[in-house]
Antibody
Framework: QVQLQQSGPGLVKPSQTLSLTCVIS??????????WNWIRQSPSRGLEWLGR?????????DYAVSVKGRLIINADTSKNQFSLQLNSVTPEDTAVYYC???????????WGQGTLVTVSS | DIQMTQSPSSLSASVGDGVTITCRAS??????FNWYQQKPGKAPKLLIY???SLQSGVPSRFSGSGSGTDFTLTINSLQPEDSATYFC?????????FGQGTKLEIK
């Protein structure tokens, strides 16, 4: 059974960096048949896919245009986890953030528990 | 980007009723389409993948159909625990996009 456990702060100041980690159990971040995603949800924007990282002989990543240039998703094979780093946050980045696994069909079959992140001074 | 238009935004039905929720994609996505159920304070739960395949452990009263641009989620014989918000997701191409959600109330 795959489990994703998220961790990270719930409050971030404007202009600072939002950092979250997702620890994987029951699968490998280096799996050749999975991709590791970050998704957020807010009342104003609904569910929004932010980006992913995945390994297919080499590491690749993709990002939503809305956060491109501010978002980095990294995989840490030694800890079997992946992380989100969103720079220069504004109150519009306030949301519940989820990590999720996409399987070979590219749909999200396992999700983390969610982290409410508030951007406020 | 592929836009997903979901309807209705909310509906109310009684225990034992059947309901249908629809989602329309702005471009053809073949069968790269999925349905999720979300309850307050919880992560979305996968119900249907690849338009019509039932995820393991999901009751058979849930079913999905469609291909191309038009998709349907049908819930038969509603139970009190089906009260939730339902979302569609296209997994055809990035950026993956979700519908706006349908809030289902069980009377």
């Amino acid at each position: 059974q795959v489990q994703l456990q998220q961790s990270g702060p719930g409050l971030v100041k404007p202009s600072q960096t939002l950092s979250l980690t997702c620890v994987i159990s029951g699968d490998s971040v280096s799996s050749n048949s999975a991709a590791w995603n970050w998704i957020r949800q807010s009342p104003s924007r609904g569910l929004e896919w932010l980006g992913r990282t995945y390994y297919r002989s080499k590491w690749s990543d993709d990002y939503a245009v809305s956060v491109k240039g501010r978002l980095i998703i990294n995989a840490d094979t030694s800890k079997n986890q992946f992380s989100l780093q969103l720079n220069s946050v504004t109150p519009e980045d306030t949301a519940v953030y989820y990590c999720a696994r996409a399987n070979s069909g590219w749909y999200f079959d396992y999700w983390g528990q969610g982290t409410l992140v508030t951007v406020s001074s | 980007d592929i836009q997903m238009t979901q309807s209705p935004s909310s509906l109310s039905a009684s225990v034992g009723d059947g309901v249908t929720i629809t989602c329309r994609a702005s471009h053809s996505i073949s069968r790269s389409f999925n349905w999720y159920q979300q309850k307050p304070g919880k992560a979305p739960k996968l119900l249907i993948y690849s338009a019509s395949s039932l995820q393991s452990g999901v009751p058979s009263r849930f079913s999905g159909s469609g291909s191309g641009t038009d998709f349907t989620l049908t819930i038969n014989s509603l139970q009190p625990e089906d009260s939730a918000t339902y979302f569609c997701l296209q997994s055809h191409s990035t950026p993956y996009t979700f519908g706006q959600g349908t809030k289902l109330e069980i009377k």
